[in-house]
């Protein structure tokens, strides 16, 4: 039994301030003859992108379908994804933040020991409301959420273009997956019921479930932290989360966002959607019991050093990761950072570990990688000088060693998870399980190179022979329009 006390890290999401400024615009428009009109490429350019060097990071990231209580990929391997959250992409574009696709650079750098697998993206109302919707830039103070209907459809069209859209961009060429996180956490008296929460949530997924749909990298975060109706939801008030009451709270919850889910599958069929619970997330344990209508579901958890209302873990969250995927999207520790933040490595990084051990289909998101959203990670006051740490009283060091010891564990393949077809020179692949064979030069990645390839062997026997392998727009044939549309996805 538990005492419930309001929430008091809402100001996990807090930075301190200097002057906005305006940032960022997607990098790669240049597209011989096809691409995105009406823009200045470069003007709103991640200056960092265009410079990376992918050669010795990054994985595969092939589709994943969810069988029983794990994911697999093409070739029937069980996938684990374990990494970090960053900071939202908007709350980036300002003077003194760092581009995000450096963090995530950061994040993925084997010379700096780091091997997140994948990126947890936040998506947050309040940072989408600072976007102008004429040309992607950010002005205002920064602040977590606004009031539901706050954002216009427009305001998230141009951050979708101008701020998320680079980055899970960026994630899929240096290899590594991400979720992107519809983020509301902090207005303990928003219940998830609320009709003007209804449509927002509705407008947020029928615009971003589309844009990422044919995109095997990317996850989608239904609802970050759904706060009420939830058993003991006075102050004061025990409350037990395996109780009668609390199995009511999941059953309102279960009516309420299953037409969100639906959403998101009427536009996207095999992403991998990640469902949340009532107060802030800590319901997973009746996830097994009363599961959500769809195909592809995963559900999530929250749990950091403070809340011994959740212990033992396994009870909470290990026992339903036996049963259905379970996401731990956030948890963590800082000695310093208050209820129900504060804890130690010896102590609660130890405990983490532990249960990562036991029950090793869980997939873990730390938060924070950064230097100011607690609990973080680094420390710095210019945005290009961070220093990690670490010790007793940070998660840094832990994390950092955790990941490195486990960066060969249960990684999904691509290479030889389907037969290759003769295309001239070239044994084109199918690469992430979805029947059409991107790969047309053989070398596991998806490029310009491929582009060619397949213009100079349109002719080739092994096309002409399997169209339906080279059908990229989905007309029932291959044709000159198959070649356009495979430019187009890179």
């Known amino acids: 039994m538990t005492t419930n006390e309001h929430e008091t890290r809402r100001d996990r999401n807090s930075d301190e301030i200097t002057t906005p400024t305006d940032h960022s615009r997607r990098a790669f428009l240049a597209m011989t003859g096809v691409g995105t009109t009406g823009v200045a490429a470069g003007a709103f350019a991640d200056p960092v992108r265009a410079d990376v060097d992918t050669t010795d990071r990054g994985i595969e990231t092939p589709w994943l379908e969810r069988d029983g209580n794990v ?19 908007a709350r980036t574009a300002r003077s003194w933040r760092r581009p995000l696709s450096e963090t995530i650079d950061h994040a993925t750098d084997p010379d700096r020991s780091w091997h997140a697998r994948i990126i947890r993206i936040p998506v947050q109302t309040g940072d989408i409301v600072t976007v102008d ?14 009031d539901p209907g706050t954002i216009t459809q427009e305001q998230l069209e141009a951050y979708i273009e101008h701020h998320l859209r680079p980055v899970v961009d960026h994630c899929a060429e240096i290899g590594v997956y991400c979720i992107v996180d519809y983020h509301r956490h902090a207005d303990t008296s928003l219940e998830y019921t609320d009709p003007a ?27 970050n932290e759904p706060i009420g109706p939830y058993a003991g939801q006075d102050p004061g008030e025990d409350y ?10 999941w059953l309102e919850w279960r009516e309420t966002a299953q037409p969100w889910v639906d959403t998101i599958r009427s536009h996207a069929e095999r992403n991998v ?22 195909e592809n579901l995963a559900y999530s958890g929250h749990v950091y050093a403070g809340h011994d209302g959740l212990r033992p873990l396994g009870d909470y969250f290990g026992e339903p990761s036996e049963e259905v995927p379970v996401f731990l999207t956030e948890f963590g520790y800082q000695r310093d950072a208050g209820s129900p933040l504060s804890g130690t490595t010896s102590e609660d990084g130890a405990a983490f570990e532990s249960f990562f051990d036991e ?20 420390d710095g006051d210019a945005p290009d000088e961070w220093t ?80 339906e392998k080279f059908d990229f727009d989905g007309n ?15």
């Open 71 to 89: 994911l697999r990929d093409p070739a029937g391997n069980e996938v684990v994804l374990r990494g970090v959250n960053v900071i939202d992409p």
């Open 273 to 294: 959607v990640i469902i949340g619970s009532p107060r802030w997330s800590q319901y997973t344990y009746w996830a097994p019991r009363h599961e959500f209508e769809g």
């Open 388 to 467: 990690l740490l670490g010790g007793e009283d940070y998660q840094g060091e832990w994390w950092q060693t955790f990941l490195a010891e486990r960066r060969t564990d249960d990684l999904p393949q691509t290479g030889g998870g389907s037969e290759t077809i003769s295309v001239g020179e070239y044994e084109a692949r199918d690469i992430d399980g979805d029947g059409l064979y991107e790969d047309v030069n053989g070398d596991n990645e998806t490029t310009h190179g491929d582009v060619n390839a397949l213009f100079e062997n349109r002719n080739a026997d092994g096309v002409q022979n399997n169209p």
């Open 197 to 223: 929460l209804d449509e927002e949530v509705r407008m947020f997924w029928d615009v971003v479930a589309p844009e990422f749909a044919d995109e095997s990298h990317v996850l989608y975060e239904l609802y």
């Open 240 to 249: 037990r989360i395996r109780g009668d009451d609390a199995e009511q709270a």
């Open 476 to 490: 029932g044939r291959f044709g000159f329009s198959d070649i356009l549309e495979l430019l187009e996805r890179l």
């Open 133 to 146: 919707p004429a040309d992607g830039s950010v002005s205002g103070d920064p602040q977590n959420e606004v």
């Open 359 to 378: 029950y090793d289909t869980v997939h873990p998101q730390i938060w924070c990688f950064d230097r100011s959203w607690k609990p973080y990670m680094f």
